[in-house]
């Protein structure tokens, strides 16, 4: 791996919210040097899709939970061009976590927010990132989210994912939610689906395969589950949804 991130950090600032939530911000970089050739956003994303208005380097999205979903979505929206991205998680990187999620041998024992900084940090400069190490509870849900339109929910703890998504909807008037349920397993990758729930609540997933239930997670199929809401949240920051 390739450990650009705090090589090429141009400024690293910590701060506190109302509820002593500890902040730690990571700007993003203008241009980088490789080789002797100057790289701009424009030479890693020049083969996504025409973004004229720049709205996703415009745009913040929050990550719930940095496991075999939020680890992956994260990657997958670093590498669409987002501006700026709120990664919140309390773990630690464990051996058990690399069957499925972005993390490798050199990340265990690593709290996954820094670990994801640096996963990041290695295929984007330019992004923005904060993160936020701490679990995430009814008290603090709404600091978390504060300022973000978008609120990808890939958490593990189904009374934890229920929160998440009754407390956003209830207390703001105009935040998305894209959470997920259902991805465990082997079964068919074509269950795998994104609906619209509710007016402002995005669902992916099979619906019926939480790991509770299913032995197992395989990396194809929470790839495919953290695939949907990467590209969900993508679309709807780009108004392709209705």
């Known amino acids: 791996m390739v450990k650009i991130g705090f ?4 400024s690293r600032a910590e701060q506190g919210s109302s509820l002593g939530l500890k902040r730690s911000l990571y700007k993003g970089l203008e241009n980088i040097s490789i080789g002797g050739r100057d790289l701009g956003p424009q030479d890693i994303f020049k083969r996504n899709i025409s973004d004229p208005d720049g ?3 415009g745009s913040s999205v929050c990550i719930l939970g940095l496991g075999g979903l939020g680890s992956n979505i994260g990657v997958y929206l670093a590498r669409s ?3 700026r991205l709120v990664l919140v998680d309390f773990d630690h990187v ?3 976590n690399l069957n499925r999620q972005a993390y490798s041998l050199d990340h265990i024992g690593m709290k996954k927010t ?3 900084v640096e996963i990041i940090r290695s295929i984007n400069p330019f992004i923005d990132l904060e993160v936020i190490d701490v679990r995430v509870a009814r008290d603090n849900i709404m600091a978390l989210v504060e300022g973000n339109y978008i609120i990808c929910e890939a958490l593990d703890d189904p009374a934890t994912k229920s929160m998440v998504v009754s407390e956003v909807l209830a207390n703001s008037e105009d935040k998305l939610v894209v959470a997920a349920s259902g991805m465990a397993g082997l079964d068919d990758a074509n269950l795998i689906r994104t609906q619209r729930k509710l007016s402002r609540l995005y669902l992916c997933g099979d619906e019926k395969s939480d790991f509770e239930f299913t032995p197992g997670m395989m990396a194809s199929r ?3 589950c953290a695939g949907h809401q990467a590209n969900i949240i993508l679309r709807l920051l780009l108004g392709l949804e209705g």
């Open 55 to 57: 709205v996703l380097a």
């Open 94 to 96: 464990e051996a058990s």
């Open 81 to 83: 061009g987002i501006g």
């Open 222 to 224: 929470v790839s495919i």
């Open 7 to 10: 090589k090429f950090e141009k």
């Open 114 to 116: 820094q670990a994801l």
